[in-house]
T-cell receptor
Framework: AQKITQTQPGMFVQEKEAVTLDCTYD???????LFWYKQPSSGEMIFLIY??????QNATEGRYSLNFQKARKSANLVISASQLGDSAMYFC???????????????FGTGTRLTIIP | KAGVTQTPRYLIKTRGQQVTLSCSPI?????VSWYQQTPGQGLQFLFE???????NKGNFPGRFSGRQFSNSRSEMNVSTLELGDSALYLC????????????FGSGTRLTVV
């Protein structure tokens, strides 16, 4: 069974600093996908970034980058130049066998509550 | 482009009642998934529908059911509500179910009293 571990329940970061949110995963599959989502207090889950298990380069999306270390089974999210609007819950999630019909589900970690301090 | 729409946003029900939640996916998206989010259990997968067929189901009791219509809109139903069913219910859609483009709605917050 897949498992996602986020060991940081909460983090406080000064505005404009970079922040790294930790995520480790466990799966026996060779083909899988890793996601990061942001959930503000409104409740909506906002997609941030995706990394496929066979992607050779780390994914980047604007201020977000994913530090993917396959051998260590870690997929940390790095937010550069943090902003007050980055304050939210952040979830790491995994989807196994991205190309297999009938296995459409995400397994989520417990989340990290990020607070940006002015 | 309209996003994923979930209705209603908030709902209060009494224990023992049943409830139906609705999700309208992004136009053209054929896969709809449902998740339950609670403080104790976190985010848990309920089920996924593609072209009106349930393809995957999470570990929830039979009181939780769903369906998808020909226009890809989906509903989930919970019968005989229990206090523990109080949660945020999130719906996500993706184009064909094989890609990595999951778009979530804002959720329906269900309170069972």
């Amino acid at each position: 069974a897949q498992k996602i571990t986020q060991t940081q329940p909460g983090m406080f970061v000064q505005e404009k600093e970079a922040v790294t949110l930790d995520c480790t995963y466990d799966t026996s599959d060779q083909s899988y996908g890793l996601f990061w989502y942001k959930q503000p207090s409104s409740g909506e889950m906002i997609f941030l970034i995706y990394q496929g298990s066979y992607d050779e380069q780390n994914a980047t999306e604007g201020r977000y980058s994913l530090n993917f270390q396959k051998a260590r089974k870690s997929a940390n999210l790095v937010i550069s130049a943090s902003q007050l609007g980055d304050s939210a819950m952040y979830f790491c999630a995994m989807r196994d066998r991205p190309t297999n019909f009938g296995n459409e589900k995400l397994t989520f970690g417990t989340g990290t509550r990020l607070t940006i301090i002015p | 482009k309209a996003g994923v729409t979930q209705t209603p946003r908030y709902l209060i029900k009494t224990r023992g009642q049943q409830v139906t939640l609705s999700c309208s996916p992004i136009s053209g998206h054929r896969s709809v998934s449902w998740y339950q989010q609670t403080p104790g259990q976190g985010l848990q997968f309920l089920f996924e529908y593609f072209s009106e067929t349930q393809r995957n189901k999470g570990n929830f009791p039979g009181r939780f059911s769903g369906r998808q219509f020909s226009n890809s809109r989906s509903e989930m139903n919970v019968s005989t509500l229990e206090l523990g069913d109080s949660a945020l219910y999130l719906c996500a859609s993706s184009p064909q179910g094989l890609g990595y483009g999951y778009t979530f709605g804002s959720g329906t917050r269900l309170t069972v009293v």
